[in-house]
T-cell receptor, first 113, second 111 residues
Framework: DTAVSQTPKYLVTQMGNDKSIKCEQN?????MYWYKQDSKKFLKIMFS???????INETVPNRFSPKSPDKAHLNLHINSLELGDSAVYFC????????????FGSGTRLTVV | AQSVTQPDIHITVSEGASLELRCNYS??????LFWYVQSPGQGLQLLLK??????LVQGIKGFEAEFKRSQSSFNLRKPSVHWSDAAEYFC?????????FGSGTRLQVQP
C-alpha cells in the first residue's frame, strides 16, 4: 500500500487548459501539503491543509486552487495553465501541523506546451 | 525568516569513500532539522531527523548527521558510499508551519 499516492504521475497539456492533480494519504495524518519543485530542484511550499482547513497559502497565483474534501485527500486544480507552471508537484503529509518528518508522494511531472 | 543553505551544488565521490554533505541553517531557537534523499524520478525519502538531545543522529541506509549549534550546521555523513547512494540530498528545517528546504546537493558516485 502506497502511503501517499498522487495521480497522475505525468501530465502533458497545452497552455490555457485546466488540470487537476489528486493526492491521497492512508497514514491517518492530519496535515497535507503541496510543494512545487522547479527545474533547479528547488522545493517551495505552496499550500497546506490541517484537518481540511487551509493553513498555508503562499504567494501562488490564484489560478492554483487546492481542495481538501477530507483529511485523507488534497487535490490541486490549476486553471489557465502557463508555460511557467511546468514543474514537478509533490504532495506530502505529516502527523500534525508543525511536525516534520513528512511522507512524500512520488510527484506529478507537469509539462505545459 | 529561517533559511537552510547547502553550499555544495554537486559532489562526486568514489565508491567506498567517505561522504560529508554540508548544511547550514539560520534560526533563532533550537531548530528541528531533517535530511531527505531524492532518487531520480522519485519522491523524497526521510533519512534522519534531529529534534533535541544527542547531537549525533543515526538514520537509515547507514547515514548519520551531527548537529553543531556553534556552527549552525547539520552535516550529513556516511563512512562508505555505495553506488546506489547517487541521488539528490536535501536538508530541511521545520518552520512554524512547514518545512523549508535547502537547494539540494547532487551526489555522483564513481566506480
Amino acid at each position: 500500500d502506497t502511503a501517499v499516492s498522487q495521480t497522475p504521475k505525468y501530465l502533458v497539456t497545452q497552455m490555457g487548459n485546466d488540470k487537476s492533480i489528486k493526492c491521497e494519504q492512508n497514514l491517518g495524518h492530519d496535515t497535507m501539503y503541496w510543494y512545487k519543485q522547479d527545474s533547479k530542484k528547488f522545493l517551495k511550499i505552496m499550500f497546506s491543509y490541517n484537518n481540511k482547513e487551509l493553513i498555508i497559502n503562499e504567494t501562488v497565483p490564484n489560478r492554483f486552487s487546492p481542495k481538501s474534501p477530507d483529511k485523507a485527500h488534497l487535490n490541486l486544480h490549476i486553471n489557465s495553465l502557463e508555460l511557467g507552471d511546468s514543474a514537478v508537484y509533490f504532495c506530502a503529509s505529516s502527523p500534525r501541523q508543525g511536525q516534520g518528518g513528512y511522507t512524500f508522494g512520488s510527484g506529478t511531472r507537469l509539462t505545459v506546451v | 525568516a529561517q533559511s537552510v543553505t547547502q553550499p555544495d551544488i554537486h559532489i562526486t565521490v568514489s565508491e567506498g569513500a567517505s561522504l560529508e554533505l554540508r548544511c547550514n541553517y539560520s534560526y533563532g531557537a533550537t531548530p528541528y532539522l531533517f535530511w531527505y534523499v531524492q532518487s531520480p524520478g522519485q519522491g523524497l525519502q526521510l533519512l534522519l531527523k534531529y529534534f533535541s538531545g544527542d547531537t549525533l543522529v543515526q538514520g537509515i541506509k547507514g547515514f548519520e548527521a551531527e548537529f553543531k549549534r556553534s556552527q549552525s550546521s547539520f552535516n550529513l555523513r556516511k563512512p562508505s558510499v555505495h553506488w546506489s547512494d547517487a541521488a539528490e540530498y536535501f536538508c530541511a528545517s521545520q518552520g512554524r508551519r512547514a518545512l523549508t528546504f535547502g537547494s539540494g546537493t547532487r551526489l555522483q558516485v564513481q566506480p
